[in-house]
């Protein structure tokens, strides 16, 4: 995107603002600035007005002027054939030095003297966009003859890099209305002033059909001859824009200038019509509204102007979608043109001051302008520095943004209709942060926080994981199901079953046609099919979700032990043992660790080999070998299987503690316990006594003595110091008392 600072200042006031500062500026904001360039007249080239144009008596292509600069009137030589009387030329005088170093000297040609230069744009520095010498004229400002030339023609060029999400900067006024927000200053009132005539619009053009859909359209028609001034051709030539023909340096100069696409036609009645999704307008030749002109314009006194606008997502979709072929329309129009068609109209016709019929065609579709909700909290955050809600709002409003309400920490704007690129938040922070100033942020040093980013969620799953790799690692194999059971199955084995108003509505099958209340069936399942397939010896494990009768989810973890307890093995003589209680006890305390057992009763279990898994003193499960009933229905053998719920088996921290240096001390006990009591209930006499010296205690023997059973417990005892021997002592006593008043007596 390039411009000129004379351009800008058609916009924006720029008295007492350095061209330097505007790059700084524009640097500071986000457009980048990719190129300058200062165009400056050489010093002694004045305006000229040509009085008198003759012939040269001894040259046919040479001419014989007298020019008036302002102070005298100088006979000059000219080889150009487009000079003529009446003409304001830019005339070197004798003396100064134009480009490559060309000095202007008196000289004589064909012996007639000349006294100066008549130049044309190349030969003072200028872009060559034009034939023969340049005409002067007053579009560039009132013209006073003897004036320096480079009052109305030195100018400053800035190329921009313009990223493709910023179509709203693909314009003159784009780029003003940016400076206007960095630099804080209001945009001029552009008063646009043309001639329109009594007849209107409809004596010229007829809507004979509209079915567009995608895209607004606001029509103009004027009548004319059009004469190009020099303003227009000299900026297109600074910007590097190429035209066609008279009509097209109009439209490119407007759309260069304003963002709106304009596109001409000769005057005639027109169709709008929607072909499979793309609006096409009709008219001597037709065109796809947004992605490329095949008008032929002709030019024939009398055109239709229309400005037209479409969404940039609806373009590139269509182009994409259709493989339509494209041109500089499709360029600015899938980037964002400027909404607003009656400004840029309003600048083009200002521009062609040609009489303009009355009226106007207005097939505007009204777009609701796109309302986001901004957290001053939010904002800041993203930027990591705290600016105040007035600055922000000011900002906001520099941007075009139209502030819909403020409340605490909350301002709800509207997008401005030229900002297709804002959406989100994200979006409107930076456009703030570019205006603030990203060297208004005080810098910070780079910190590195180490956090505690671990939440009960994550530890859940890490608990989980460990579990199984527990499992694994004790020979078992995971397994993983469907959380959905048969209800019938789990009615008959007394398991509880979700309520029927909370049940699956519309199951897979009737066998899953409820969510499962435990695992234990589904691993009976897994069980039948491998010994179905002849393994003789099967592990099997799993860990999911299960729901109770109001669909309450909990965690469970379950495992079973069928066949064999150890692998065949040839050098063995002998089939291996089958698995026993026993193992399955030795499993889990691998897997959870330190676990005691109560005798208890379970739907599926045996009724003589099941126990509750007591951990902390709560009941977090159940141990038990299946019971031989359930074992045919599944055709399996014996089985040992145990299911725990995980929400009731709490992962503990690992902590290191300073080991003890003192040695232990092994003291047993050999004691008369009642047949009917079990161990547990010994267990809790000594645990009870809460002696801190009392590391470790357990049954190392017992036998039975006829009415009564020796139990043999070993005790470990170990001390902050090397205890002696009257501390052991009394520490034994201690427990033997404790025990004694429960009725058991030391054998």
Known sequence: MIVTRKWLEEFIDLDGIS????????????????????????????????????????????????????????????????????????????????????????????????????????????????EGIMVLDDSLGELKIGEYVGKYLNDEVIELGVTANRGDCFSIYGIARELSAGLNKKLKDIDFNYEEMQEGIGR????????????????????????????????????????????????????????????????????????????????????????KNDINVEEVGKYLIDANYIEPKYVNEMVFLKGLKTDEYFFRASRGSEPNLKFGMDYLLNE????????????????????????????????????????????????????????????????????????NIQDVTEEILRIYGIDNIPSKPLVFEERNRINDVMKKIDFINELKLKAVANGLYEVIH??????????????????????????????????????????????????????????LFSVGSVYNKKREESQRFAFVLNGFADYENPQNHGKPRKVEFKDAVDK?????????????????????????????????????????????????????????????????????????KFQKVTRDLSLLVDKEMNYKEVYDIINNLDIKELKEFYPIDIFDLGDKNSLTIRFIIQGNKTLQENEINDIMEKILKALEEKGIKLR
């Open 19 to 130: 061209t330097q500062d505007i790059i700084l500026t524009l640097n500071r904001i986000g457009q980048e600035v990719e190129g300058y360039k200062k165009i400056e007249v050489p010093q002694n080239v004045v305006v000229g007005e040509v009085i008198e144009c003759k012939k040269h008596p001894n040259a046919d292509k040479l001419n014989v002027c007298i020019v008036n600069v302002g102070d005298e009137e100088l006979q000059i030589v000219c080889g150009a054939s487009n000079v003529a009387a009446g003409q304001k030329v830019p005339v070197a005088l004798v003396g100064s030095i134009l480009p490559d170093n060309f000095k202007i000297k008196k000289a004589k040609l064909r012996g007639v003297e000349s006294f100066g230069m008549i130049c044309a744009a190349r030969e003072i520095g200028l872009p060559d966009f034009h």
């Open 204 to 291: 010229v053009v007829n809507i004979d059909k509209n079915d567009i859909k995608n895209s607004s359209h606001f029509f103009k028609a004027v009548e004319g001859e059009l004469n190009v001034p020099l303003k227009i051709n000299y900026r297109l030539a600074l910007c590097d824009i190429e035209t066609k023909n008279k009509i097209d340096k109009f439209i490119k100069y407007a759309m260069h200038a304003t963002g709106v696409l304009l596109t001409p036609m000769n005057v005639c009645d027109i169709e709008l019509e929607n072909e499979d999704g793309v609006d096409v307008v009709k008219c001597f030749g037709k065109y796809y509204v947004g992605i």
């Open 352 to 423: 062609m001051n040609l009489p303009v019929y009355s009226g106007y065609i207005d097939l505007s579709n009204e777009v609701k302008p796109k309302v986001i909700n901004i957290d001053i909290n939010e904002v800041n955050s993203i930027i990591g520095y705290e600016i105040d809600e007035k600055t922000i709002v000011e900002i906001l409003k520099r941007l075009g943004f139209e502030i819909k309400s403020i409340t605490e920490n909350s301002i709800k704007v509207a997008i401005p209709s030229f900002r297709h690129d804002i959406e």
């Open 482 to 539: 469907f959380i959905f059971e048969d209800k019938d199955r789990l009615k008959k084995y007394n398991f509880e079953v979700v309520d029927d108003n909370l049940d699956l509505v519309n199951p897979i099958i009737k066998e899953l046609d409820t969510l499962r209340s435990t695992l234990l069936l589904q691993l009976l399942d897994d069980i039948r099919y491998n010994r179905a397939n002849d393994y003789k010896r099967v592990y």
């Open 588 to 660: 889990l305390s691998q897997i959870i660790g330190e676990f005691s057992l109560i005798p208890s009763n379970h739907q599926i279990a045996h009724p003589y080999q099941c126990a509750k898994v007591i951990k902390d003193n709560e009941e977090i499960g159940v141990i038990a070998k299946l019971h031989p009933k359930v074992a045919k229905d599944f055709e399996i053998d014996d089985t040992y299987f145990v299911e725990i719920n995980l929400d009731k088996l709490n992962k503990k921290d690992k902590k290191a503690n300073e080991i003890n």
